[in-house]
């Protein structure tokens, strides 16, 4: 079978639209980077089910008909307060050590789009300084862990709220935009809950990562991706915790601090970031981007509060 980059040629490394079409010559730089994802994990990147037919899921750089270099995007379209925002998460920047010094030709056909704010949700360090030369702020640098609350456990007629994860319930209580959201994500391995009382609903999607301990102990932690209503979700953090405790097996939850804003949650801990998100955008705040429709929910990379050393966004 002739290579899709057979025709490209020429003495200068060039820059084009990726496609799944490339995956088998593309796979061997991605699993030189990251060795934690299959070849049907990356096979994600490339075709995911909500994309749209002319959305770019990144591009290669290409030096004699062979892939060098690899910046993948992940583009979804949120309505946040009442407007429809295009988004699109950066991931996987990787390049073969000896074309390191055209790494920014990659990043500079997404940065050229006009009217989307990008995010980038697993930057290395090094990443994190050239984001921040180019008009990149700050999206997250917290984290809160959340413990088991005993809370319940003393005050159990004193539950305030129901939590739902049924499928039928899913499908009847969620507005159309949060139902959107579950059909595009319940394929992948991700955990849906709507905790509702009298006055309405919050929608919790999550996945649970492999959680790595200093010492060795290698396990699973709950990691929050998407809150519909920080009021109830806050309303309702201890019986969150406990149906995460008995449904997922998980003692940890990991929730980024923008999804609770200033609140001070009893049974919980604060751990700074290593290296902060990142995000570029003309009208959306930090405050208002999620962490679904993204790398977190394809690849399921390792929980942000013991990162590995080498991160997806990665090209030193």
């Known amino acids: 079978m002739t290579s899709p980059m057979a025709h490209i040629r020429g003495d200068n490394p060039v820059v084009v639209e990726a496609n799944v079409s490339m995956l088998d010559e ?25 994309k749209k037919e002319n959305d770019p ?13 690899f910046r993948g995007q992940i583009n979804s379209t949120m309505t946040v307060q009442g407007i429809e925002e295009k988004i699109c998460n950066m991931t996987s920047w990787i390049v073969a050590e000896p074309y390191r010094n055209h790494s920014l030709q990659l990043l500079s056909p997404l940065i050229k789009s006009r009217d989307c704010t990008i995010t980038c949700l697993t930057p290395s360090k090094d990443t994190y300084l050239v984001l921040s030369q180019i008009g990149f702020r700050e999206l997250e640098t917290e984290i809160c862990v959340l413990l088991p609350s005993v809370r319940r456990v003393w005050h159990d007629k004193e539950c305030r709220v129901s939590i739902a994860a049924d499928d039928s319930t899913l499908q009847k209580v969620l507005t ?31 996945n649970t990562p492999v959680w790595r301990s200093r010492y060795g102990f290698r396990g699973r932690i709950t990691r929050i991706l ?3 209503n920080q009021r109830l979700f806050l309303q309702g953090i201890d019986e969150i915790r406990l149906f995460l405790l008995r449904t997922e097996k998980t003692f940890l939850t990991e929730i980024d601090k923008r999804f609770v804003g200033a609140a001070s949650i009893p049974f919980s801990v604060g ?14 705040l930090a405050g208002d981007i999620s962490n679904i429709y993204s790398e977190l929910v394809i690849l399921n990379p390792p929980a942000a509060s013991r990162v590995p050393s080498r991160n997806i966004c990665d090209f030193f």
Request: proline share 3%.
């Open 26 to 50: 593309l796979y061997p730089l991605l699993a030189e980077g990251l060795t934690n994802f299959t070849k049907e994990k990356w096979a994600g990147i490339l075709n995911y089910p909500w």
């Open 57 to 69: 899921c990144g591009h290669v750089l290409i030096h004699k008909g062979r892939i060098v270099g």
């Open 176 to 206: 159309a935009h949060d139902r959107k959201i579950y059909l595009d994500h319940r394929s992948y391995n991700t955990g849906h809950i709507v905790v509702h009382d009298a006055t309405g609903y919050c929608y919790v999607v999550y």
């Open 226 to 228: 998407y809150v519909s």
């Open 271 to 284: 751990r700074q970031l290593r290296v902060p998100l990142m995000y570029k955008s003309k009208r959306l």
